[in-house]
């Protein structure tokens, strides 16, 4: 009797296991596909794909395509990219999930392109100075080290004055 009990329970264990394997396995999958720009319709490359609430995420290649395991049907994805309005898609039952990103004009203009990288304009603690395209383009100039001339305070843009010579700003 004793043997019997013991090797149903361990039966009972066996099957308890293997089902709760297939479950966790079934939980987790794997999802592709591409986000595009409204403009163009070209591959964005370097967007951000990340599934809201976790540090799951992934960032989209040269084409725009991009795989990410997600872990179920309730998952919802972020897809963001600078320049870009923020777009949630939820998964659902989705294996393949193409986006179009529209461009967000408002937040273009609070991005700072410097030297080395690209900044947000709160977060620089030094002297910022720009110049209005149209200013640039009002006067016929050669090149932008003579576009730039006088336009801003406390900078001064000299060259060489030989051909090909450099620029000091």
């Given at each position: 009797?004793?043997?019997?009990?013991?090797?149903?329970?361990?039966?009972?264990?066996?099957?308890?296991?293997?089902?709760?394997?297939?479950v966790?396995?079934?939980?987790?999958?794997r999802?592709?596909?591409?986000?595009?720009?409204?403009?163009?319709?070209?591959?964005?490359?370097?967007?951000?794909?990340?599934?809201?609430?976790?540090?799951?995420?992934?960032?989209?290649?040269?084409?725009?395509?991009?795989?990410?395991?997600?872990?179920?049907?309730?998952?919802?994805?972020?897809?963001?990219?600078?320049?870009?309005?923020?777009?949630?898609?939820?998964?659902?039952?989705?294996?393949?999930?193409?986006?179009?990103?529209?461009?967000?004009?408002?937040?273009?203009?609070?991005?700072?392109?410097?030297?080395?990288?690209?900044?947000?304009?709160?977060?620089?603690?030094?002297?910022?100075?720009?110049?209005?395209?149209?200013?640039?383009?009002?006067?016929?100039?050669?090149?932008?080290?003579?576009?730039?001339?006088?336009?801003?305070?406390?900078?001064?843009v000299?060259?060489?004055?030989?051909?090909?010579?450099?620029?000091?700003?």
């Open positions: 009797m004793r043997k019997s009990v013991r090797v149903t329970a361990q039966w009972a264990v066996i099957m308890l296991l293997a089902v709760s394997s297939f966790a396995q079934a939980q987790e999958r999802i592709t596909g591409k986000v595009s720009s409204s403009s163009d319709n070209q591959g964005l490359p370097g967007a951000n794909v990340q599934v809201k609430g976790t540090t799951v995420g992934t960032v989209t290649d040269a084409d725009g395509q991009f795989a990410l395991n997600v872990p179920g049907n309730d998952a919802v994805l972020v897809i963001s990219s600078i320049g870009f309005s923020k777009l949630e898609v939820p998964v659902g039952n989705k294996s393949t999930i193409d986006v179009t990103l529209t461009e967000d004009v408002k937040s273009l203009s609070e991005v700072i392109v410097t030297g080395y990288g690209s900044q947000s304009k709160r977060d620089i603690t030094g002297s910022v100075a720009t110049i209005n395209t149209e200013q640039l383009l009002s006067v016929p100039a050669t090149n932008l080290a003579q576009a730039m001339q006088g336009r801003v305070a406390g900078v001064t000299g060259n060489d004055n030989s051909p090909g010579g450099g620029v000091m700003v």
